[in-house]
């Protein structure tokens, strides 16, 4: 009998391979349609970041093709973008994206976070594949050497470094201690580093930096060990959730930095108001995007514009995630209608020399791939709403903070 | 369960024309896999290393919870050792991949000694739990050591330019370090359910104090089966750690991976040799379909195909079979029968 | 000092959510002898439907706190009785690997009903506090505290003083004595899991009043059940309060003291210890040793 099931094992594999191989041949024709893949996380822990970056994908996609679609020399296509599940994870992530080679799709957007960006961009180098990442931001996968991986947001480093500049800037009295409170993914770490050398650049003491594992719902140590530290500013270089634990803790603790909170990712989501409610106002947080954000293209306007246009389409307002997704399948657009080939080899040269206005901000890489001259933007929650604060103002900064019971 | 097992055991004899053909046709497939990356697509050959991968964990899960009959729940953990072992090795003292692949199974081995001597004397759920808690402890510990292991950021293995210490064998070559893995962790499950050892492992599974009795040193031969369960999977973990080139604690330590594990040589059937690769073969092209078709509900009906298996396939698919062939029909319902309330 | 106090306050309040959370995953390990991989998929569901009813209906989420609970009773006793029940004799690995499967089933169902997003529910409670100079008190927890207290209690009552109540206890001990005296060891299977997944889904409630919570949060609250149990006393309810406070309080002081990231490592070191050294559970199991662990 157990000869038996090794045959059909066997056979299994036969004809499952054979049948994907005559697949696989099939699929190199693209007739009149340019065929871009994803390998996005739509299931698990991530899900909630990949669906809004699908959106964003999908919304690049309609608009694109309302417009006539993509101009290639003197040839016109139509868009089509394929997703696949991640499941969260970075190696599916990193198989999904082979399997696109071998389907001969070769212009790849980035999945959702670090992780997946960073096992994915190891496998486009070794076929040769292009991608774009759109939420990949930790600086470590830039600087790995690889050729064919660029990124339209501003890297990791940025997104706590941007809100001790806002505070330097137009902050009065400006604070003089912070603490710093940080997750311990990769992504957390690189932007905490990149918070506490800009806080001593400014003249900044930093009194504190803790380190709790990500995904905490519990910070009260971390909070209690920075409290008798009395730090005039406490940035918290976290997610979701690790925000709202620091915001709503520190409440419970009764914890009143005399300036006030930062915090990176988290204020701008709409579910950190949501959840906390009045204990949100004030708080500080950095984003790649807002509808202020300066620039326009001519796909999609302004940042007004794309929020307009987006709102009409899925009913709901973008948040930064659909923003840099759209972003990345755009500078992907510029490239190949600059280049005027579909070769990833020539798409790749026009990339690396693309320096263009966006409704995203500027979109430029430097030498490892990373769009440094993109400002992130600063906002504020003030009544329920985020507010964009820092570098172009659309209301003032409410500084200091008044503690917690008087709000 | 014993008996059955030993039935699984008999080498197959082709003692008639149609054994013969059978044997043949194993031959052919056989060589077809070997010559397979010449006429498959590079993706594939990596989705068919991954199917190897899991035969080979579930395999080595089969040793110690099939024969021996204790439910690791923690295998992982050697897994992730055996990975971090390489990787380290690879990114921080500038090993190159073979060596580190010896001591990340030496690694492997050392650690289920340690860990089984205490641990092994605890049975059933405390068994169980044990196991899961050591894999969850040891991601921690990972994570708590970023100088060496680089923490929750993960440690990439230098795989491309100057400063890779092997180079990377790309799809091809990981298709074939699976499929000779699973070569060995098969031949390593044929010779242990043929010999002494075997035995006094399903005696263990049958009634651990019987078997103490009958003079059979439980506890040594319960550390080696775990011992030779970690091995098999600190390889297995060594050679996905240097295919992933970059790692994180949260996945090489994953209990993901223990489940499925479990899974697969469950649903293939615990105790028999073929069994766990069965599972894996089938469990590894459902959840590929599923997840390529049903890309928001695939995670809900695995979960619903795992209640089902349990209950209406808990000998698993080799054993259902071969019942199939004695009786020319599948009793479904035997298992509720024998094992409801 | 102030610091110490702090910490071990935190420390005391979050073990009491933990033992609201693991007292039900005791309960049905001790006496049905199966490890409940959904058990945190439970607490998860419970907080949903708090959060939902107070979201859509207004209802105070004390009050969803008893349909929450209600409602996983139904459910819970479904599930044992028509599912659990039916491999209830099989190999540990079958339920876990059961239990596994419904956790997915749950855990991903939720997710695609109400997206992976965080949620709270808000209450004007929650956030304030008694004060003692630096040391603050806060109410939220201090309610959760006091119910997951008062819940064990009232568990632990029904336990020793109810028909019914012994009735599960005898079941415990010992299933074929049982229903040799003429207890319907299905009924009371399924009775037993309702309890158990009714008190998950009071205490998912407290984890929504005090904290965030998204479906993919399930295995972290399993995991914490698998040491409040065992550090306990399987099926001790006692055990499981003593439990839950102990890892709080552990988790507190290494949180102070030592690095923030450490606190896991130092959970799942003491719940092998314990294993190890006293796999009885620091009060004792309730039921006799001879039983056979199978």
New interface residues.
């Given amino acids: 009998m157990t000869r038996r099931f090794v045959i059909l094992v066997c056979c299994a594999l036969l004809l499952a391979g054979a049948c994907k191989g005559s697949e696989g041949e099939e699929a190199g024709a693209q007739g009149s349609t340019l065929q871009f893949g994803a390998a996005l996380s739509l299931t698990g822990q991530l899900s909630r970041e990949g669906i809004l970056t699908k959106d964003g994908y999908e919304y690049c996609k309609q608009v694109v093709n309302e417009e006539g679609g993509v101009e290639v020399g003197d040839k016109t296509y139509d868009l089509d973008i394929t997703y696949q599940d991640d499941k969260s994870t970075p190696d599916v992530a990193a198989q999904l994206v082979d399997q696109m080679n071998d389907d001969n799709v070769k212009f790849i957007l980035g999945p959702y976070g670090s992780s997946s960006t960073e096992a994915a961009s190891a496998v486009v180098e070794r076929n040769g594949q292009l991608m774009i990442s759109s939420a990949g931001a930790d600086d470590t996968i830039y600087e790995k050497g690889y050729q064919n991986t660029f990124g339209v947001l501003s890297p990791a480093s940025e997104y706590l470094a941007t809100i001790v500049k806002a505070v330097s800037d137009i902050a009065q009295p400006k604070p003089k201690t912070v603490a710093i409170l940080s997750a311990d993914d990769g992504f957390s770490k690189t932007a905490a580093e990149g918070g506490a050398a800009q806080a001593e650049e400014e003249g900044m003491e930093v009194v504190a930096t803790e380190f709790f594992a990500e995904g905490s719902t519990d910070v009260s140590a971390q909070l209690t060990k920075v409290k008798p530290l009395n730090p005039d500013l406490i940035l918290g270089s976290v997610h979701l959730e690790e925000g709202v634990a620091i915001i709503k803790q520190s409440e419970e603790l009764g914890i009143n930095p005399a300036g006030g909170f930062g915090e990176t990712v988290a204020p701008p989501t709409p579910d950190f108001i949501e959840t906390l409610g009045p204990a949100a106002e004030y708080t500080l947080g950095s984003s790649q995007w807002t509808p202020e954000t300066e620039g326009e293209d001519e796909l999609f306007g302004t940042a007004e514009d794309y929020a307009e246009g987006f709102e009409a389409a899925f009913g709901d307002t973008p948040e930064y995630h659909n923003a840099e997704a759209t972003a990345a399948c755009l500078a992907m657009i510029l490239a190949i209608e600059d280049a005027g080939s579909l070769e990833p080899e020539a798409v790749r040269e026009s990339l690396a020399n693309l320096d263009t206005e966006s409704f995203f901000g500027p979109i430029k890489f430097d030498e490892n791939g990373k769009n440094i001259y993109k400002p992130m933007q600063v906002i504020q929650i003030q009544d329920g709403k985020p507010v964009t604060v820092w570098p172009s103002a659309e209301g003032e900064l409410k500084w200091p903070a008044p503690p917690f019971d008087e709000r | 369960m014993a008996e059955s097992a030993a039935r699984s055991t008999r080498i197959p004899q082709p003692s008639s024309p149609a054994g013969w053909i059978l044997v043949g046709l194993g031959a052919a497939g056989f060589a077809y896999l070997l010559y397979a990356p010449v006429l498959l697509l590079e993706s594939f050959l990596r989705t068919l290393g991954g199917v190897f991968m899991f035969a080979t964990l579930a395999l080595a899960w089969n040793i110690i919870g099939g024969f021996a009959g204790y439910a690791s729940f923690g295998n992982v953990v050697f897994f992730g050792l055996g990975g971090y072992t390489v990787a380290t090795l690879m990114a921080k003292a500038g090993w190159t991949f073979w060596p580190a692949l010896v001591v990340a199974g030496a690694v492997g081995v050392l650690f289920a000694v340690l860990m089984g001597l205490p641990i092994l004397r605890l049975r059933g759920h405390y068994f169980a739990i044990a196991t899961l808690s050591v894999a969850e402890g040891m991601r921690e510990i990972v994570v708590n050591m970023p100088s060496l292991t680089g923490g929750g950021a993960g440690i990439t293995i230098p795989a491309v330019g100057l400063e890779a210490t092997t180079s990377y064998p790309g799809n091809t070559g990981f298709y074939y370090f699976f499929l000779i893995l699973l070569l060995v962790a098969l031949a390593v499950t044929w010779r242990v359910s043929r010999s002494r050892f075997g035995y006094s492992l399903r005696a263990i599974h049958q009634d651990e104090d019987s078997a103490a009795a009958l003079g059979i040193n439980t506890t040594r031969a319960k550390v080696a089966a775990f011992a030779l369960s970690g091995l098999l999977t600190a390889l297995t973990g060594a050679i996905y750690a240097f295919q992933q080139v970059t790692i994180y604690p949260n996945r090489l330590f994953s209990i993901e991976f223990t489940v499925l594990m479990v899974v697969m040589a469950v649903i293939g059937g615990t105790g028999t040799i073929f069994g766990p690769v069965v599972g894996a073969v089938g469990l590894q092209f459902l959840s590929e379909y599923l997840r390529q078709n049903y890309l928001e509900l695939h995670t809900v009906l695995f979960g619903a195909i795992i209640i089902l298996a349990v209950i209406f396939l808990p000998n698993g698919i080799v054993e259902s079979a071969r019942e199939l062939r004695s009786t020319k029909r599948i009793r479904f319902l035997d298992n509720v029968k024998a094992n409801r309330l | 000092m102030?610091?110490f106090l702090?910490?071990t306050i935190?420390g005391l309040l979050?073990g009491g959510l933990y033992a609201l959370v693991g007292v039900g995953f005791s309960l049905v390990?001790g006496v049905i002898?199966v490890?409940n991989i959904a058990h945190g998929a439970f607490v998860i569901l419970g907080a949903y439907v708090a959060w939902k009813l107070d979201g859509a209906f207004g209802i105070d989420p004390l009050l969803g706190l008893v349909v929450a609970a209600v409602l996983l009773f139904v459910i819970g006793y479904a599930v044992q009785r028509g599912?659990i029940?039916?491999?209830?004799?099989?190999?540990?690995?079958?339920t876990?690997?059961?239990t596994?499967?419904?956790?997915?089933?749950?855990v991903?169902?939720l997710?695609?009903i109400f997206?992976?997003?965080?949620?709270?529910i808000?209450t004007s409670y929650a956030?304030?506090?008694l004060?003692f100079g630096?040391v603050?008190i806060?109410y939220?927890?201090l309610l959760a505290f006091g119910l997951a207290v008062l819940l064990t209690g009232l568990l632990a009552m029904f336990m020793s003083r109810s028909k019914t109540g012994q009735a599960i206890n005898a079941t415990g001990m010992d299933r074929v004595t049982a229903r040799l005296m003429g207890i319907n060891?299905?009924h009371i299977?399924a009775l037993t899991f309702a309890i158990s997944a009714a008190l998950a889904g009071a205490a998912g409630t407290m984890v929504g009043i005090v904290?965030?919570?998204?479906p993919?949060?399930a295995?972290?609250f399993t995991?914490r059940s698998?040491?409040i149990a065992?550090l306990g006393g399987l099926g001790n309810m006692w055990g499981a309060l003593a439990g839950g406070i102990v890892l709080g309080l552990v988790?507190?002081w290494?949180?102070?003291y030592l690095?923030?990231?450490?606190?896991?490592?130092i959970g799942?070191?003491v719940?092998?210890l314990v294993?190890?050294v006293r796999?009885t559970g620091l009060l004792g199991r309730p039921y006799s040793e001879a039983r056979a662990?199978?």
Wanted: a negative charge; glycine letters at 12%; zero cysteines.
């Fill in positions: 102030e610091q702090q910490a935190n979050q390990w002898h490890v599912v029940n039916l491999v209830i004799n099989a190999p540990i690995w079958m876990l690997l059961l596994f499967g419904l956790e997915l089933l749950l991903n169902g997710i695609l997206t992976g997003d965080y949620r709270s808000a956030s304030g506090g004060s630096d603050r806060p939220g927890r060891a299905r299977y904290g965030t919570f998204n993919v949060d295995g972290v995991l698998f040491v065992v988790e507190a290494s949180g102070q690095s923030g990231t450490l606190i896991h490592a799942f070191g719940l092998i294993l190890i796999p662990e199978t």
